[in-house]
C-alpha cells in the first residue's frame, strides 16, 4: 500500500506531512547533517505508534523518533529517509505525585513545561540542560542529558524510574517501576536511557523529582592563568565540596560573549562560576567560602557573589549568551558541534582545554574550550568558514586528533550530548570492545533494524560524507 495512504489511516490526514518544506525542516538537527525524510508524522495516542511501528516493522521503513531535533550530533538525521515520528503531539503531563516524589509525562513533554508545572509544589526535575527551554523528555532520555547542575544532581540516567515504550513490532512494554527501589531482573529502562531512539519509542516516563532549594548563591571567579582554573576544579571536587555548578569559560569564549554581546566580562584567560544550594543558609554559605578559598589558593580571584536571583541572573548572563555568542564569532564563520562533549578526569581540565587550542591552531580552525567542568564535561565548537572543503578537512583532523588526546589521558567521547553520526567514528574506535555487544542488543530489540537506522555503533566511519552537510560548501 502507499506509504502515505497506509499513515492517513492511521493519524488522519492532519497529522501526515510531506510537503517538500517541512520535509526539509525535519531534515537536520542542531548538527552538520542533513538528510530528507519520506514522510512526517504526529502521533497523539500509544495505539497510533503502535499501529506504525507495525506497518514500518512489515514494510522495513525506517521509523526516527523526533523530540525538538535539538541533538548536537545527527541524532533525527534520517539518514535512511523513513518516516519521522514528531513526538511533540504527546505532551502532556498525565500526574505529579508529591507524596510519592515522581511525574508520570508523556515523553514529548518539553523540560521547562514539566519544571514549570512541578514549581507550585516546591518541586524540581534537575538534570535539564541548557536547551531546556525546547528539549523534550524523550529527547533527553534518547541522550540521557545532563546539564549545569548534574554535577550536584546527576544525570536524565538517575530520574528515570520507568516508562513505558512501543518496540520496533509494535509491542507495548512497561518498563521500571514507580518506586525508588526496583530489584526484578533486567533494567532494561535503563539500556533505553542513552539508546537515541535505536530500541525502542518511548512514549511514556516516569521521572523522580526533588525538591527546590531555599537558597542559591552564585558567584563568579577569574584566573590570569588556565592552568590555575584547572587546579580549582581539581582541588574543589577533591575536596569534597559540593556546588550545585561548577562552569568553566576560556579566554575565546570570553572574546566571544563580549564581542557579540557586549558584556565586557574580564579578559583573563579562564572564569568559573560556582554555585552551592540547600535547605539552610548556613550550609550554602559553608560551601561557597570553602570553595571561595580553594579559588583564592590557586590565584583566582572572585568578582562576584550573590543570593539574589536578579544578581544571579547578570552573573549568569556570558554564559548564558555563550552559545549564541560562538555563531557570531566570526563574519561569514559558523559554530559547527563537533568533538564537543567530552569528558576527561578533573585534574586534566586545563591540559585537555590547551590541547585543544593547539590542535585548532595547528589545524587552522578556532575551537573554544567551556563547559559544565564540574561534571567533568569539556565543551568545544569549532569555528570555520564553513563553505569552505579545505576546512571541513581541517575540522577533521582536529576532531581526531581532540578525541585521541581524549582516549590518551582517559577520558570519554560524550558525557552529555551523545554519538549519533558527528561523533561515532571516534567513539567507535576508542569503544570497539563494545560494538559486538551493543549489536547484539540492538539485532534483540529491533531485528529490521527499522528505528533509527545507522547511528551509534552502525554509523559511518567518516562522519564528514556520511550524509551531505547542512552548509554549502564551494568546490
Ligand atoms: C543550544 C543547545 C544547548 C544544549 N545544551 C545541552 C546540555 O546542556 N546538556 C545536554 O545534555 N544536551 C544539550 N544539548 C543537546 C540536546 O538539546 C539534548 O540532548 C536534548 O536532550 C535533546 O532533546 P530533544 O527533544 O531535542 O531530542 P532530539 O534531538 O529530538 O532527539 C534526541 C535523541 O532521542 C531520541 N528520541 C527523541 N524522542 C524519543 C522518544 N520518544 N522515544 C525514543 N527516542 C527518542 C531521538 O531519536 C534522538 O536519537 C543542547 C543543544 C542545543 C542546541
Known sequence: MDIKKALIGI?????????????????????????????????????????????????????????????????VVPIDGGIVLDMKGMNHILEIRCEDMYCRVESGVVDDDLNRALKP?????????????????????????????SVKYGATRDYVLGMKAVLANGDVVNLGAKTRVEAAGYQIHRLIVGSEGTLAIIVEATMKFIPLPKFRCLGMAIFEKLEDAGDTIADIIGS?????????????????????????????????????????????????QGMKAIFEKHNGKVTDMSYDAKERTKIYAGRKKLFPSLSRYKEGFACTSLADDMAVPYSKMAECARKIHEIAKKNGVIMTAYGHCGSGVMHTKILMDPTRKEQWEAAKRAVEEVYDYVDSVGGITSGEHGIALSKAPSWKKARKDLLPVMSKIKRALDPNNILNPHKLMDAPDDWLTATPLRYKVKV
Open 11 to 75: 493519524f488522519g490526514k492532519e497529522n501526515v506531512r510531506d510537503e517538500p518544506a517541512e520535509l526539509y525542516v525535519y531534515s537536520a538537527d542542531a548538527s552538520v547533517h542533513q538528510s530528507l525524510p519520506n514522510i512526517i508524522v504526529r502521533p497523539e495516542t500509544v495505539e497510533q505508534i503502535q499501529k506504525v511501528m507495525e506497518y514500518a516493522n512489515n514494510e522495513l521503513i525506517p521509523v526516527v523518533a523526533r523530540g525538538a531535533g535539538s541533538g548536537m550530533s545527527g541524532h
Open 240 to 288: 569534597g565540596s559540593e556546588p550545585s555548578m561548577l562552569e568553566l569559560m576560556d579566554d575565546i569564549a570570553i572574546k566571544a560573549v563580549n564581542t557579540a554581546s557586549k558584556l565586557g566580562l574580564p579578559e583573563v584567560e579562564a572564569i568559573l562560576l560556582f554555585e552551592a544550594d540547600g535547605k539552610v543558609k548556613e550550609a550554602v554559605d559553608y560551601e561557597m
Open 121 to 149: 509544589y516546591g518541586m524540581v526535575y534537575p538534570p535539564s540542560p541548557a536547551s531546556s527551554r525546547i528539549a523534550t523528555i524523550g529527547g533527553e532520555i534518547g541522550n540521557n542529558a545532563s546539564g549545569i547542575r
